[in-house]
């Protein structure tokens, strides 16, 4: 007692099989059958159960809007929960299973909740499970958690692969059906580059659908004379299996290429999706209208659907929806779909219109009952029969039939013209919304403008391919129409049939009913955005595509307002859900973002180097012997740094050519500090504020020049400081003669420290002077290495040793790194890590990362006479307000614990020794520690509350995440050589 | 009448005619002791509270469009305190306090779910950070727990621990935060406000402040003129404009946060969760639908539309931390407008007009803050000065450089 | 977004990086401490234009050419109506 195969007629080869199973159950079909049409010509009607009610539900829809056969898909790592029948090409071996059913969809515990939907009104959660208060989490919670929700999701990583693409046209056709075919067709002609987008395998659209002949051919051979010469043309692309999701500023619209869903898995080297980002110079909607269902009672029973995907799987698929078919309609085109099914062998029951009149000639043989109204529809798993109510003579009759196609009107799918705020307009000549005039950039035509006949709709694509072809300054071609056959479409509002008894659906997959609307309203909730959250109308997958506008033209007739002034909820993107896959395409695990690497990169990797993320950028953690972990050798790089000398990689750091004639005024106004006096040949450190006041950013800066230097930064700042200096050069200060180049990537650097390091950069120099009378500290120089090799030569040092930073062209950094090693061999040099260097600058109290949080001012940091008195500078205003002179600021000090051997932690913080830990006891915070192999004990760069005046105070270190609680004692930041002799050396 | 099922059961047996509204609709009176603008989260909590807090209830709340229309049905449900900074520590715990109990002081459920909100870290560097946050948290008698990867992957193991650009080391667990269904929220305190007398008059724009001789004296609205001795501007989104109405500028920009919502599925992920490697936060709403969002869009807006950069960016960061969700299907995106101030912290004051508060600047903490932010603007308006809660939000610590900058940032909204 | 570059031509808003309220001028400051007006730095550093409508930003072209830009955008719409070069947008303004 339900749907078939016909012996003949639609888009499907019935000369080959494919096998599929449902809920384990093993059928057939053919290429060209949905899931849906298959399930359908297998006589399989229960496809699932609703959210709240778990009701037994069947195929309502022909397309993306389903709200009803919604399975889960694949399986394994492919599992896609919510998948839409109605749109799942069937394919050999193709695994699906209903959902929301326990313990099967034919027998479903849930099912229970229709006995007490009484005690289930539209928020019935929101006035009970109050108490007590902590069986929300335990009890209640996990129950309705477990009660909603629709298919399963699987956490396995995804086997399939994604890509990303933009495109650009002049004109963008949405839609393949008569309009968006004529108009691509008209817009080729004139030369524009077109895409024409169809979410279905082939384009036609509904001339897939529907069997009337256009002109004095089949529907199908206009499609494919234009088809023809679309594919031939140079300046068109066709985009099929493709949705048009959103519509977004610029004119840019997203769209879901779906390459390989209809396959089993997608073939090698095909990802399964592609995200289109197509920028268009004009777009034209021609999405076409989704027909509305009828509200009346238990319009939800499986067997009932829309009109429109009757005659879909009647025409398309070559399936009879039953056999016995009653038509509901309140407009002309449910006669259409009775004349198809007729066509097709099916028997009809009765078609049923709710009008007084409906067309006079209508050509079926079956009874047509006029001013008529179903009222309920009987049956539980399948329907049964009808209870019809003829309004002229106010009686009740009953209706035997397996199956119901309700035509309710149309609603154009306008929703891409809503995403950018406009809201539709109402016409009450076809009972629905319009789009809104959204500007040149995106036109409507056809059916989706409301124009309900083919001949209409081939119009108004002719017309807004020609205001397109005037905007773009192309001549519109000339294009001939296929004759159109007459097409009655008629249509009298029909809301809502107040003569159901039973349950009338308005949203089916939230089973929200006609009842819930008027509560909503009663209870206060009565503007149509709160009776949506509140009833959750139009709030399930299908976003309100089928229920919208059936439940605010109740929500009208129940506040006796005109439907203009209730409105509409707001359409938002996607128009149809896309896989989170497709929008991460490629750019997921270890591909999530791009790594940087440095110039060194490979050659740390073969010094053995265990590497980490610093941001974006891969660095050295430590150098490994043998089994040493990080901490043995951590200590040996620091040793060997302070005993003899080690080699670390600084190319990271952010190198900045600025040259011109008021580079030094420009350096002077950036930084904080005085830059007049630089001579050539000479570094400086620099510390560098932002405007509020707050440290952003420290490094040296050496003058290579009369008018050249290079400024460096610190690693995670480089980018940042760049775009300031750009700022402030060309926005700030346009008259300063000076250039700015970031030239971070053009060298590598390398840090050569310790006691020998002097030694060994001589065997590398061509002819420089190192001597330290030569070569002092805080000197530079631009000189030749290793026969003739340019570098740069810098006297600075990070860790407080005699050191030196050699920068050479950066594709010559291996060949530095190399000589490096090679020459200091015999002095024992070692290439040192991060960690390593972390140590030896906290040793020396330098401040890093950690300590410039974006939070912290030259004062916190003890550079606080670095401030000049003398000059403008960035920052210099806000610097000295208040708060940066508060005694109780919290300032950086060195930490040390009290006993040797304990650890300490960054982060912990610091309290009042002997007081309860309390925010009152609280005195700052610990932001960088290091195991110091020199001191032998652990030691941290903390900010304390009036620190300086507490040098040799004992302080509570405390720790409580990491279950510490030890005392340390302040002391200077300096802990290693604080007469800084080493640096000079 | 009260909520329960006792409530429902009545309903059930009596049809519509037993059925109550939650609020009146009623018109403007000419003039109110008070008056809040802004009929979201924030206003409607300030009602509440001025009514049963301070025994205020000549009260409106005005709302240009419908109640809860702004952000408070917008954002993604998250409550929590895991705050680093002084001011904003003890202020979100007031807040998590009042949301502990505020189904049973209001007699509506919100929803409120204490699941754990989790921070992933994936370096030293940031786990020292939350252990610092964490610490702060504590000497607040917060709870905050440091995990690390076994820890993580026991509460969570389907994330993408090793695989990913940055692997998981662990994370700071809150188990008091959670969620809350937010237009509940609206709901319960435009209830529980209205039973108490406050009038919440909807489709009510102001279009200007009267001030006389330094002091208010009512609002401008497209319902007329309602006269006033008090006035809280309580509009997040909107804020510089309605301030502006009394001729203040505030350091506050409007800027556009998207929010998603992918489609219902079984219970699927049991706690908060954020990624430390990218700007992402996630949890699964009670009917199913993992609900996230990262960043602002970045520039200015009052759109409440964003655009796809920030959705690719964001969705990237979901699918890097959470693999499994590649086939899940985004249903729905969403921008709401937020006020993004100088310092990405809040400011809850009075204004140099007397008689005038304001309660704005939330930026990406304005769901969670609701309560306290209600509570303690109720105080300050009743009382004419900050509570000591709210004594860190003021306006002039812009000039005194005393900033709340928990990002680190600095005075540009868009890195807050 | 599109944001048409001066010398780029148009290109997508995410390779550009925004800065925010192009009105502010920095104050003049002289080089001692005596002459700066705090209330006019609090006004550059923190008080901002946050129009419902057309607004002067600052842009930049991070992912091009570099040039800082001032883009009047309608911030209601997201509407891009003109753009210009920093350098030439702010020349000559008078301190505000």
């Given at each position: 007692?339900?749907?078939y195969?016909?012996d003949s007629?639609?888009?499907?080869?019935?000369?080959?099989?494919?096998?599929?199973t449902?809920?384990?159950?093993?059928?057939?079909?053919?290429?060209?059958?949905?899931?849906a049409?298959?399930?359908?010509?297998?006589?399989?009607?229960?496809?699932?159960?609703?959210?709240?009610?778990?009701?037994?539900?069947?195929l309502?829809?022909?397309?993306?809007?389903?709200?009803?056969?919604?399975v889960?898909?694949?399986?394994g790592a492919?599992?896609?929960p919510?998948?839409?029948?109605t749109?799942v090409?069937?394919?050999?071996?193709?695994?699906?299973?209903?959902?929301?059913a326990?313990?099967?969809r034919?027998?479903?515990v849930?099912?229970?909740?229709?006995?007490?939907?009484?005690?289930?009104p539209a928020?019935?959660?929101?006035?009970?499970?109050m108490w007590?208060a902590?069986?929300?989490?335990?009890?209640?919670?996990?129950?309705?958690?477990?009660?909603?929700?629709?298919?399963?999701?699987?956490?396995?990583?995804?086997?399939?692969?994604?890509?990303?693409?933009?495109?650009?046209?002049?004109?963008?056709?949405?839609?393949a059906?008569p309009?968006?075919?004529?108009?691509?067709?008209?817009?080729?002609?004139?030369?524009?580059?077109v895409?024409?987008?169809?979410?279905?395998?082939?384009?036609g659209?509904?001339?897939?659908?529907?069997?009337?002949?256009?002109?004095?051919?089949?529907?199908?051979?206009?499609?494919?004379?234009?088809?023809?010469?679309?594919e031939?043309?140079?300046?068109?692309?066709?985009?099929?299996?493709t949705?048009?999701?959103?519509?977004?500023?610029?004119?840019?619209f997203?769209?879901?290429?779906?390459?390989?869903?209809?396959?089993?898995?997608?073939?090698e080297h095909?990802?399964r999706l592609?995200?289109?980002?197509?920028?268009?110079?004009r777009?034209?909607?021609?999405?076409g209208?989704?027909?509305?269902p009828?509200v009346?009672g238990?319009?939800?029973?499986?067997?009932?659907?829309?009109?429109?995907?009757?005659?879909t799987?009647?025409?398309r698929?070559?399936?009879?929806?039953?056999r016995?078919v009653?038509?509901?309609?309140?407009?002309?085109?449910?006669?259409?779909?009775?004349?198809?099914?007729?066509?097709?062998?099916?028997?009809?029951?009765?078609?049923i219109?709710?009008?007084?009149?409906?067309?006079a000639?209508?050509?079926?043989?079956?009874?047509?009952?006029?001013?008529?109204?179903?009222?309920?529809?009987?049956g539980g798993?399948?329907?049964?029969?009808?209870?019809?109510?003829?309004?002229?003579?106010?009686?009740?009759?009953?209706?035997?039939?397996?199956?119901l196609?309700?035509?309710?009107g149309?609603?154009?799918?306008l929703?891409l013209?809503?995403?950018?705020?406009?809201?539709?307009?109402?016409?009450?000549?076809?009972?629905?919304?319009?789009?809104?005039?959204v500007?040149?950039g995106?036109?409507?035509?056809g059916?989706?403008?409301?124009?309900?006949?083919?001949?209409a709709?081939?119009?108004?694509?002719l017309?807004?391919?020609?205001?397109?072809?005037?905007?773009?300054?192309?001549?519109?071609?000339?294009?001939a129409?296929?004759?159109?056959?007459?097409?009655p479409c008629?249509?009298?509002?029909?809301?809502?049939?107040?003569?159901?008894?039973g349950?009338?659906?308005?949203?089916?997959?939230?089973?929200v009913?006609?009842?819930?609307?008027?509560?909503?309203?009663a209870?206060?909730?009565?503007?149509?955005e709160?009776?949506k959250r509140?009833?959750t109308?139009?709030?399930?997958?299908?976003?309100?595509?089928?229920?919208?506008?059936?439940g605010?033209?109740?929500?009208?007739e129940?506040?006796?307002?005109?439907?203009?002034?209730?409105?509409?909820?707001?359409y938002?993107?996607?128009?149809?859900?896309v896989p989170?896959?497709?929008?991460a395409?490629?750019?997921v695990?270890?591909?999530?973002?791009?790594?940087?690497?440095?110039?060194?990169?490979?050659?740390?990797l073969?010094?053995?180097?265990?590497?980490i993320e610093?941001?974006?950028?891969?660095?050295?953690?430590h150098?490994p012997r043998?089994?040493e972990?990080?901490f043995?050798?951590?200590?040996?790089?620091?040793?060997?740094?302070?005993?003899r000398?080690?080699?670390?990689d600084v190319?990271?750091?952010?190198k900045?050519?600025?040259?011109?004639?008021?580079?030094a005024?420009?350096?002077n106004r950036?930084?904080c500090?005085?830059?007049k006096?630089?001579?050539?040949?000479?570094?400086?450190?620099?510390?560098?504020l932002?405007?509020?006041?707050?440290v952003?950013?420290?490094?040296?800066?050496?003058?290579?020049?009369?008018?050249?230097?290079?400024?460096?930064?610190?690693?995670?700042n480089?980018?940042p400081?760049?775009?300031?200096?750009e700022?402030?050069l060309?926005?700030?200060?346009?008259?300063?003669?000076?250039?700015?180049?970031?030239?971070?990537?053009q060298w590598?650097?390398?840090?050569l420290?310790?006691?020998q390091?002097?030694k060994?950069?001589?065997?590398?120099?061509d002819?420089?002077?190192v001597?330290?009378?030569?070569?002092p500290?805080l000197?530079?120089?631009?000189?030749?290495?290793?026969?003739?090799?340019?570098?740069?030569?810098?006297?600075?040092?990070?860790?407080?040793?005699?050191?030196?930073?050699i920068a050479?062209?950066?594709?010559?950094?291996?060949?530095?790194?190399?000589?490096?090693?090679?020459?200091?061999?015999d002095?024992?040099?070692?290439?040192?890590?991060?960690?390593?260097?972390?140590?030896?600058?906290?040793?020396?109290?330098?401040?890093?990362?950690g300590?410039?949080?974006?939070r912290?001012?030259?004062?916190?940091?003890?550079?606080?006479k670095?401030l000049?008195?003398?000059k403008?500078?960035?920052?210099?205003?806000?610097?000295r307000?208040?708060?940066?002179?508060?005694p109780?600021?919290?300032?950086?000090?060195?930490?040390?614990?009290?006993?040797r051997g304990?650890?300490?932690r960054?982060?912990?913080?610091?309290l009042?020794?002997?007081?309860?830990?309390?925010?009152?006891?609280d005195?700052g915070?610990?932001?960088?520690?290091?195991y110091s192999?020199?001191?032998e004990s652990?030691?941290?760069?903390?900010?304390?509350?009036r620190?300086?005046e507490?040098?040799?105070?004992?302080?509570?270190?405390?720790?409580?995440?990491?279950?510490?609680?030890?005392?340390?004692q302040?002391?200077?930041?300096?802990f290693?050589?604080p007469?800084h002799?080493?640096?000079?050396? | 009448?009260?909520?329960?099922?006792?409530s429902?059961?009545r309903?059930a047996l009596?049809?519509?005619?037993?059925?109550?509204p939650a609020?009146?609709?009623?018109?403007?009176?000419?003039?109110?002791?008070?008056?809040?603008?802004?009929?979201?989260?924030?206003?409607?909590a300030?009602?509440?509270?001025?009514a049963?807090e301070?025994?205020?209830?000549?009260?409106?709340?005005?709302?240009?469009?419908?109640?809860?229309?702004?952000?408070?049905?917008?954002?993604?449900?998250?409550?929590?305190?895991?705050?680093?900074?002084?001011?904003?520590?003890?202020?979100?715990?007031?807040?998590?306090?009042?949301?502990?109990?505020l189904?049973?002081?209001?007699?509506?459920?919100?929803?409120?779910?204490?699941?754990?909100?989790?921070?992933l870290?994936?370096?030293?560097a940031?786990?020292?950070a939350?252990?610092?946050?964490?610490?702060?948290?504590?000497?607040?008698?917060?709870?905050?727990?440091?995990l690390?990867?076994?820890?993580v992957?026991a509460?969570?193991?389907?994330?993408?621990?090793?695989?990913?650009?940055?692997?998981?080391?662990?994370?700071l667990?809150?188990?008091?935060g959670?969620?809350?269904?937010?237009?509940?929220?609206a709901?319960?305190y435009?209830?529980?406000?209205?039973?108490r007398g406050?009038?919440?008059?909807q489709?009510?724009?102001?279009?200007g402040?009267?001030?006389e001789?330094?002091?208010?004296?009512?609002v401008?609205?497209?319902?007329?003129?309602?006269?006033?001795?008090?006035?809280g501007?309580?509009?997040?989104?909107?804020?510089?404009r309605?301030a502006?109405?009394?001729?203040?500028?505030?350091?506050?920009?409007?800027?556009?946060?998207?929010?998603?919502?992918?489609e219902?599925?079984?219970?699927?992920?049991d706690?908060?969760?954020?990624y430390?490697?990218?700007?992402?936060?996630?949890?699964?709403?009670?009917?199913g639908?993992?609900v996230?969002?990262?960043?602002i869009?970045?520039?200015n807006?009052?759109?409440?539309?964003?655009n796809l950069?920030?959705v690719?960016?964001v969705?990237?960061?979901?699918?890097?931390?959470?693999p499994?969700?590649s086939?899940?299907?985004?249903?729905?995106?969403?921008?709401g407008?937020?006020?993004?101030?100088?310092?990405?912290?809040p400011?809850?004051?009075?204004?140099?007009v007397e008689?005038?508060?304001?309660?704005?600047g939330?930026?990406?903490?304005?769901f969670k803050?609701?309560?306290?932010?209600?509570?303690?603007?109720a105080?300050?308006?009743?009382?004419?000065?900050?509570?000591?809660?709210?004594?860190?939000?003021r306006?002039d610590r812009?000039?005194?450089?005393?900033v709340?900058?928990e990002r680190g940032g600095?005075?540009?909204?868009?890195?807050? | 977004?599109?944001?048409?570059?001066p010398?780029?031509g148009?290109?997508?808003?995410?390779?550009?990086?925004?800065?925010g309220?192009?009105?502010?001028?920095?104050?003049e400051?002289?080089?001692?401490?005596?002459?700066?007006?705090?209330?006019?730095?609090?006004?550059?550093?923190?008080?901002?234009?946050?129009?419902?409508?057309?607004?002067?930003?600052?842009?930049?072209h991070?992912?091009?050419?570099?040039?800082?830009?001032?883009?009047e955008?309608?911030?209601?719409?997201?509407?891009?109506?003109?753009?210009?070069l920093?350098?030439?947008?702010?020349?000559?303004?008078?301190?505000?």
């Amino acid at each position: 007692m339900s749907g078939y195969r016909l012996d003949s007629g639609g888009r499907i080869d019935r000369s080959r099989r494919l096998d599929f199973t449902f809920d384990g159950e093993a059928f057939g079909g053919h290429p060209g059958d949905t899931l849906a049409s298959a399930l359908t010509a297998n006589g399989v009607r229960l496809l699932g159960r609703s959210f709240k009610y778990h009701r037994p539900r069947g195929l309502l829809t022909d397309g993306p809007a389903e709200p009803n056969a919604l399975v889960e898909l694949r399986g394994g790592a492919r599992l896609e929960p919510n998948s839409r029948a109605t749109t799942v090409e069937l394919y050999d071996g193709l695994e699906a299973w209903s959902q929301n059913a326990w313990p099967s969809r034919n027998f479903d515990v849930g099912a229970v909740n229709q006995l007490l939907s009484p005690f289930l009104p539209a928020g019935f959660y929101y006035k009970t499970f109050m108490w007590p208060a902590a069986f929300w989490e335990r009890v209640y919670e996990p129950l309705i958690r477990r009660a909603a929700g629709l298919g399963r999701g699987t956490h396995a990583p995804d086997p399939d692969s994604y890509e990303k693409g933009n495109l650009h046209c002049d004109l963008l056709v949405v839609g393949a059906g008569p309009s968006g075919l004529i108009a691509a067709l008209a817009a080729a002609r004139a030369g524009l580059r077109v895409i024409l987008a169809d979410d279905q395998p082939e384009p036609g659209g509904q001339l897939l659908s529907r069997a009337t002949p256009l002109g004095e051919e089949g529907p199908l051979t206009w499609r494919d004379r234009v088809l023809a010469e679309l594919e031939t043309a140079p300046n068109v692309r066709l985009l099929s299996r493709t949705t048009v999701f959103g519509w977004y500023d610029g004119n840019l619209f997203g769209a879901l290429e779906r390459v390989a869903d209809h396959l089993p898995v997608p073939p090698e080297h095909l990802p399964r999706l592609i995200y289109w980002r197509i920028q268009a110079k004009r777009a034209l909607l021609c999405a076409g209208a989704e027909e509305r269902p009828l509200v009346f009672g238990g319009n939800d029973r499986p067997g009932v659907l829309l009109a429109s995907a009757g005659q879909t799987l009647v025409n398309r698929y070559g399936v009879a929806p039953g056999r016995k078919v009653a038509v509901f309609t309140n407009g002309d085109s449910g006669y259409q779909v009775a004349r198809d099914l007729q066509a097709a062998g099916v028997p009809l029951a009765c078609v049923i219109d709710a009008r007084a009149e409906g067309p006079a000639d209508h050509g079926l043989d079956c009874r047509v009952r006029q001013q008529t109204v179903v009222a309920d529809a009987k049956g539980g798993r399948s329907l049964k029969a009808i209870e019809i109510v003829d309004r002229g003579q106010g009686r009740r009759i009953p209706l035997e039939c397996d199956t119901l196609l309700m035509s309710g009107g149309w609603n154009p799918i306008l929703h891409l013209t809503c995403h950018r705020g406009t809201k539709p307009v109402w016409d009450e000549e076809i009972a629905a919304f319009l789009p809104a005039d959204v500007g040149t950039g995106l036109r409507v035509a056809g059916a989706a403008a409301g124009h309900m006949t083919t001949a209409a709709c081939f119009q108004s694509a002719l017309a807004a391919v020609t205001e397109i072809c005037e905007d773009l300054g192309r001549k519109a071609p000339e294009v001939a129409l296929p004759a159109c056959p007459e097409e009655p479409c008629a249509v009298a509002p029909l809301w809502w049939v107040k003569e159901a008894k039973g349950k009338a659906f308005v949203d089916f997959q939230n089973d929200v009913t006609t009842k819930d609307i008027p509560l909503a309203v009663a209870e206060g909730y009565s503007s149509v955005e709160l009776m949506k959250r509140y009833t959750t109308l139009g709030m399930a997958t299908d976003q309100g595509k089928l229920s919208n506008v059936n439940g605010l033209a109740i929500l009208a007739e129940v506040t006796g307002r005109p439907i203009p002034q209730v409105g509409t909820t707001t359409y938002r993107p996607a128009y149809t859900p896309v896989p989170l896959g497709a929008l991460a395409g490629p750019h997921v695990g270890a591909e999530y973002r791009p790594v940087r690497r440095s110039p060194l990169h490979r050659w740390m990797l073969r010094q053995g180097a265990e590497m980490i993320e610093a941001g974006a950028w891969m660095r050295p953690s430590h150098y490994p012997r043998g089994e040493e972990d990080w901490f043995a050798a951590m200590c040996r790089e620091v040793r060997g740094v302070r005993s003899r000398v080690g080699l670390c990689d600084v190319s990271t750091l952010g190198k900045i050519d600025i040259q011109g004639a008021d580079a030094a005024e420009f350096l002077n106004r950036v930084y904080c500090n005085g830059w007049k006096t630089l001579p050539v040949g000479k570094a400086r450190y620099g510390l560098m504020l932002r405007e509020d006041g707050f440290v952003m950013d420290d490094g040296t800066t050496s003058r290579l020049g009369e008018q050249h230097y290079l400024m460096t930064t610190t690693t995670a700042n480089a980018g940042p400081v760049m775009a300031h200096l750009e700022f402030c050069l060309q926005s700030l200060w346009p008259d300063l003669d000076v250039q700015v180049a970031s030239v971070t990537d053009q060298w590598g650097q390398v840090a050569l420290a310790g006691p020998q390091a002097r030694k060994v950069l001589q065997r590398i120099l061509d002819d420089l002077d190192v001597s330290n009378d030569a070569f002092p500290f805080l000197a530079a120089a631009e000189t030749t290495v290793l026969g003739g090799l340019p570098a740069r030569l810098f006297r600075i040092s990070f860790s407080g040793e005699l050191a030196y930073e050699i920068a050479v062209p950066a594709d010559y950094s291996e060949e530095l790194a190399d000589a490096l090693l090679r020459y200091g061999a015999d002095f024992g040099i070692l290439p040192y890590g991060g960690e390593a260097l972390s140590t030896l600058r906290i040793e020396k109290g330098h401040p890093a990362g950690g300590e410039l949080d974006g939070r912290t001012t030259a004062q916190d940091l003890g550079l606080g006479k670095m401030l000049s008195g003398k000059k403008d500078y960035i920052g210099r205003a806000m610097s000295r307000r208040e708060a940066f002179e508060a005694p109780d600021r919290p300032v950086l000090v060195g930490l040390k614990p009290l006993s040797r051997g304990a650890k300490l932690r960054a982060g912990a913080h610091l309290l009042t020794p002997g007081e309860t830990p309390a925010v009152e006891s609280d005195q700052g915070f610990v932001a960088s520690v290091a195991y110091s192999p020199i001191l032998e004990s652990w030691i941290g760069l903390a900010f304390l509350k009036r620190g300086r005046e507490r040098l040799g105070e004992e302080i509570t270190i405390y720790d409580p995440l990491r279950e510490g609680l030890y005392r340390g004692q302040i002391c200077d930041p300096v802990f290693v050589d604080p007469d800084h002799e080493r640096l000079h050396a | 009448m009260r909520y329960g099922w006792h409530s429902i059961v009545r309903q059930a047996l009596g049809g519509l005619s037993a059925v109550a509204p939650a609020w009146r609709n009623p018109e403007p009176k000419p003039a109110y002791d008070a008056v809040i603008v802004g009929g979201g989260g924030h206003g409607l909590a300030t009602a509440y509270y001025l009514a049963k807090e301070h025994g205020l209830a000549n009260v409106a709340v005005l709302e240009k469009g419908y109640l809860g229309s702004g952000n408070i049905g917008r954002n993604t449900t998250i409550v929590r305190s895991n705050y680093l900074l002084d001011g904003n520590v003890q202020f979100y715990e007031k807040s998590m306090q009042l949301w502990e109990g505020l189904e049973q002081d209001f007699n509506f459920n919100a929803m409120v779910s204490q699941r754990g909100v989790l921070n992933l870290y994936h370096s030293d560097a940031q786990r020292d950070a939350y252990a610092r946050r964490g610490t702060a948290m504590r000497l607040h008698g917060i709870d905050a727990e440091l995990l690390n990867r076994d820890q993580v992957r026991a509460l969570v193991p389907f994330l993408d621990f090793h695989n990913a650009r940055f692997p998981i080391h662990g994370g700071l667990l809150q188990r008091r935060g959670g969620t809350v269904r937010h237009d509940a929220v609206a709901w319960g305190y435009a209830r529980g406000a209205d039973s108490r007398g406050v009038d919440i008059i909807q489709n009510c724009e102001i279009t200007g402040i009267s001030i006389e001789q330094g002091r208010v004296t009512g609002v401008e609205t497209s319902r007329g003129r309602i006269a006033c001795g008090k006035l809280g501007l309580a509009t997040a989104g909107n804020s510089s404009r309605t301030a502006a109405m009394a001729g203040l500028k505030l350091p506050i920009e409007s800027h556009v946060l998207q929010a998603f919502v992918s489609e219902a599925i079984k219970p699927y992920i049991d706690q908060v969760v954020t990624y430390g490697a990218g700007h992402f936060y996630v949890s699964q709403s009670d009917k199913g639908g993992l609900v996230f969002g990262g960043d602002i869009d970045g520039y200015n807006s009052y759109a409440q539309r964003g655009n796809l950069p920030i959705v690719e960016h964001v969705v990237e960061a979901g699918v890097a931390m959470m693999p499994g969700v590649s086939r899940l299907r985004l249903l729905r995106s969403w921008g709401g407008i937020m006020d993004m101030s100088m310092d990405g912290s809040p400011i809850i004051d009075k204004t140099a007009v007397e008689g005038l508060y304001l309660n704005c600047g939330w930026c990406y903490g304005g769901f969670k803050a609701t309560p306290a932010s209600g509570w303690c603007f109720a105080h300050t308006i009743a009382r004419d000065e900050p509570h000591a809660l709210n004594a860190k939000f003021r306006l002039d610590r812009f000039r005194s450089g005393r900033v709340i900058d928990e990002r680190g940032g600095g005075a540009r909204p868009n890195v807050h | 977004m599109l944001i048409h570059c001066p010398f780029c031509g148009a290109r997508p808003s995410e390779e550009f990086a925004v800065l925010g309220d192009a009105g502010p001028k920095r104050p003049e400051a002289p080089g001692d401490d005596t002459g700066s007006d705090p209330e006019a730095w609090y006004d550059y550093v923190y008080l901002r234009d946050n129009p419902r409508g057309v607004h002067r930003e600052f842009w930049q072209h991070v992912g091009g050419c570099r040039a800082w830009l001032v883009v009047e955008r309608d911030t209601a719409t997201h509407e891009v109506r003109s753009v210009e070069l920093a350098r030439k947008a702010t020349a000559g303004r008078e301190a505000s």
